[in-house]
């Protein structure tokens, strides 16, 4: 059973696009994680939410906590924004963690 | 700069041998997190830690063993270490309050021949 799960799983964009990547989660949350993994292995959070939205340059989430759902987006894609982004969830003193969206985004 | 250090980026090890990973954070963090990385299986939990001697099994901890001496500090051992083992392994550390986000090493992969 996975309590976080995201979609797609792999993603192409020509740069300059708009991106848009989603997850679901099933379990009440204290909080949701969007983390970045670039090739080579380090994991960078880029938003923990509670609520509403949250803009960090070209990059926004957002959060439904009645649907418990939230959505990553990428203003004008850059090829290196190309990477696997992770939703992650926190309940109590765990993460639980979808399996990855693998973003290329082509020149 | 908060920082979550692992001590071997690669290493390839036989099976069988005894394996240490280690990892240091410098943040006073009281949860430790030792993670296992497949590609398709994403993230899964082998053990964490919430306090000095205190350990607790994830979703997939056997064959593996851990030891929190210290705070800052939190291993994983293979205790003979099988190719099925042959993994990226992440170490995360967060605060014991909800409302922190999580931190993480920048892994170490293990080969085991």
């Known amino acids: 059973k996975n309590e976080v799960e995201q979609s797609p799983q792999n993603l192409t964009a020509q740069e300059g696009e708009f991106i848009t990547i989603n997850c679901s989660y099933s379990v009440g949350i204290s909080a949701l994680h969007w983390l970045q993994q670039h090739p080579g292995g380090g994991i960078v959070s880029l938003f923990m939410l509670s609520s509403g939205k949250k803009k960090h340059g070209r990059l926004i989430a957002t959060i439904n906590i009645q649907e418990k759902h939230s959505s990553l987006h990428i203003t004008a894609s850059h090829p290196r924004d190309s990477a696997v982004y992770i939703c992650a969830v926190r309940l109590r003193n765990q993460f639980y963690f979808g399996t990855g969206t693998s973003l290329t985004v082509i020149p | 700069d908060v920082k979550v250090t692992q001590s071997s980026r690669y290493l390839v090890k036989r099976t069988g041998e005894k394996v240490f990973l280690e990892c240091v954070q410098d943040m006073d963090h009281e949860n430790m997190f030792w993670y296992r990385q497949d590609p398709g299986l994403g993230l899964r939990l082998i053990y964490f830690?919430?306090?000095?001697?205190?350990?607790e099994k994830g979703d997939i901890p056997e064959g593996y063993s851990v030891s929190r001496e210290k705070k800052e500090r939190f291993s994983l051992i293979l205790e003979s270490a099988s190719t099925n083992q042959t993994s990226m392994y992440l170490c995360?550390?967060?605060?014991?309050?909800?409302?922190?986000?999580?931190?993480f090493g920048e892994g170490s992969w293990l080969t085991v021949v």
């Open positions: 995360a550390s967060s605060l014991w309050a909800q409302g922190n986000t999580i931190y």
């Open positions: 830690s919430y306090d000095v001697k205190m350990k």
